[in-house]
Structure formats: structure tokens, C-alpha cells
């Protein structure tokens, strides 16, 4: 498998996270926390959290995983679990889930 292909048959995700002003110091740390621990899973090739330059409040996750089955795993994780906790009563809104498709 050359290495396009195998990047191509991964899952691209990036998920918004808004937080209201009171709680973004506690995001900030949450996240980073959430970083560490899904790095470390099965499956996961790539996450990382960031926040926003431009839309304050918003924070961001940029993740790949070797299939979909390593996704939905993580989705049941304590550490996933964790941060809806910590960061549940601090949303300004949805938490939005995008699974990319490439082009071409």
C-alpha cells in the first residue's frame, strides 16, 4: 500500500467545541488533557486540540484515526467521557462532529 493510499483509507475528523467566557481556562485545560489521553489510544493516528484566533471561545479538535471502528471507540472512552462532564455546563452551543470526505 503506497503511502497515499493509506492515508486516503484513514478518517479525517475536526470537531468545534463553543465555550462561553466563563469557561474557557477550564477548556483550555480539559482539552489539552483530552489530547494526551486519546493520543495514546488505539487507533488514533493524529489529535490535537486548538483554540480559536479568531472566534474566541471556540476551540477546535484536528484528528485522524485508522478507521471508523477507532472513532467510535474513543467515543465511549473515560476520557472522552470526562470532558463532556467538565465542559457540558460551560457550551455555547452544539458540539459539532465532521467527518471529512476528500475531493477528488
Known amino acids: 500500500m503506497t503511502e ?4 486516503s483509507a484513514t478518517l479525517h475528523v ?3 467545541i463553543p465555550i462561553r467566557a ?9 482539552l489539552a488533557e483530552l489530547a494526551t489521553a486519546t493520543q495514546a489510544e488505539e487507533g ?5 486540540a486548538y483554540e480559536s484566533g479568531a472566534a474566541p471561545g471556540l ?9 471508523q471502528a477507532d472513532l467510535d471507540q474513543h467515543m465511549t472512552t473515560p476520557h472522552i467521557a ?12 452544539e ?3 465532521h467527518p471529512l470526505q476528500p475531493l477528488g
Open 59 to 67: 476551540f477546535v479538535t484536528v484528528e485522524e484515526w485508522r478507521a
Open 22 to 30: 466563563d469557561g474557557v481556562e477550564l477548556a483550555r485545560t480539559a
Open 95 to 97: 458540539v459539532a462532529i
Open 82 to 93: 470526562r470532558a463532556f462532564e467538565v465542559l457540558g455546563p460551560h457550551l455555547e452551543g
Open 14 to 16: 475536526v470537531a468545534t
Open 4 to 7: 497515499s493510499s493509506a492515508t
Open 44 to 48: 488514533c493516528l493524529s489529535y490535537a
